[in-house]
């Protein structure tokens, strides 16, 4: 059964617009309330439950955290608000102070104008779709507030930055340190700008920071994993041994080498995955998802790696991973999960197992991932103005076929629309830089014309 209001990551859109609407949000915290007190849905029961909130550094924030905390409250149903955190530190304090679920606000790596809200269970896991299509159902009910007796109250996490410092320190093993790298960290105007650094910096890097002056409008702008040039250009500037981009709410992460040269989530994931079968800590294989680089699915082939590709959005990977009981996985993007140390991605986890093959091995970035060679792979986002079945449109599929028939198996082609935003993604990759772009932008032409018809 379809979701109404819920895609790949939770309920987003622009603010202002439905359903990113004070008065909506307000109903969604009142129905995740009823939801999670398990009366009707026959959940764990809780008696009092209580529900943290954390957001990003987005203007909207404040008006959309008044909004839920006061649904929430009308339901019965504490509320600990931690303020700006990042979406893995929401996951990781909702299992360890034992509360009933976590609620972040944010749009992750849109713009400022867009918000959105996403769930995690007690287990700081994605809810299951069963709960999401349950608050759905509870969206269509009035609301009846309880008895003043009952409502529920309100508090503030005051040490929640802390707690999550200590803990991505703790997936850092306690015998090595950083000392020695210079590392520069873009934290996008976001929600790692405060936690970030410590981490870094406590470990023993020296550490040059930009992107850590939020003022609600200005978060990924220009800046971050959707903008890693300032990142890029920063290390060189700096003669950084690397850098390290965070996105808006801090769940992926991409970086960047000693020369400014770009690593992106595939190779990251490579890295990680290289050292651990080298150290003998791999166990299972590694779930990647429909975007995952041809090259990497080809390097675990010859390096005896099971390796499953699983829709796109990180919920995906995690179902995959749990499925087969495997510990890795990750997106292009820059979401990599390592269940062993966190149940959601991660990017300060991430990078901190990135750096620690580079301490262990005594290698440079360049030097780890240099084995890898990446097919070019040009993404191409083309607006929808209008919603069409780009898999049943037969001119696009036409066109499609012709550019498969032309790789010869050499490449892929995929399209699909974007479950977080009104657009639809363009992919093709091959060996051959030119004929990928151009074969790529033929689509885009076709897929641009029917949307616009």
């Not at 929600?191 to 002056?213: C, K, M, Q, S």
Request: net charge negative; glycine share 10%.
């Amino acid at each position: 059964m379809s979701k109404k209001y819920f895609g790949t990551d939770g309920i987003r859109g622009k603010v202002g617009v439905a359903p990113i609407t004070p008065d909506f949000m307000m109903r969604l915290g009142y129905a995740a309330g009823r939801v999670l007190t398990g009366i009707e849905y026959n959940l764990e029961k809780a008696a009092h439950p209580a529900v943290l909130i954390g957001k990003d550094t987005r203007i909207s924030g404040y008006m959309f955290e008044s909004a839920l905390e006061a649904g929430l409250s009308a339901a019965g149903v504490d509320v600990l608000m931690m303020g700006p955190m990042p979406t893995p530190a929401v996951a990781y304090l909702t299992r360890a102070l034992r509360a009933q679920a976590g609620i972040v606000i944010s749009a992750s790596h849109n713009p400022y104008y867009d918000n959105g809200i996403k769930f995690f269970s007690n287990l700081g896991t994605k809810l299951p779709d069963a709960v999401e299509h349950a608050i759905e159902a509870e969206l269509d009910k009035p609301m009846q507030v309880k008895d003043s007796a009952s409502l529920g109250k309100v508090r503030r996490i005051e040490d929640a930055p802390g707690r999550y410092i200590e803990f991505c320190k703790s997936t850092f093993p306690n015998t090595l340190d950083l000392r020695g790298l210079k590392i520069v960290l873009d934290c996008a105007n976001g929600a790692t700008y405060h936690v970030a650094p410590p981490v870094f910096h406590e470990l023993g890097a020296e550490i040059v920071v930009i992107g850590n002056r939020p003022n609600g409008l200005n978060i990924n702008h220009e800046v971050g994993t959707t903008h890693p040039q300032a990142l890029q250009q920063a290390v060189v500037e700096h003669k950084a041994d690397l850098g390290i981009a965070f996105d808006g709410d801090g769940d992926r992460v991409l970086m960047v080498d000693s020369s400014g040269q770009l690593l992106e989530g595939d190779q990251l994931l490579y890295i990680i995955t290289a050292a651990r079968q080298q150290q003998g800590t791999l166990y299972g294989g590694i779930v990647g998802t429909l975007m995952t680089n041809l090259a990497l699915e080809h390097k675990f082939a010859a390096m005896q790696i099971p390796f499953s590709r699983a829709n796109v959005g990180d919920r995906y990977v995690m179902e995959q991973l749990n499925e087969r009981g495997w510990q890795l996985g990750g997106e292009n993007s820059g979401h990599i999960l390592t269940l062993d140390k966190h149940s959601s991605g991660d990017g300060i986890v991430a990078s901190l197992q990135v750096l620690e093959a580079m301490v262990k091995s005594k290698k440079t970035l360049t030097q780890l991932s240099a084995s890898l060679l990446m097919y070019p792979q040009v993404l191409i986002n083309i607006k929808a103005h209008k919603k069409i079945n780009v898999d049943k449109h037969a001119e696009i599929q036409a066109v499609v076929l012709a550019a498969e028939s032309e790789l010869a198996g050499t490449g892929r082609v995929l399209l699909r629309s974007s479950g977080t935003e009104p657009l639809i993604r363009i992919m093709v990759e091959g060996e051959n830089q030119t004929q990928v772009e151009n074969l790529a932008q033929r689509i885009a032409d076709i897929v641009e014309a029917a949307t616009l018809n």
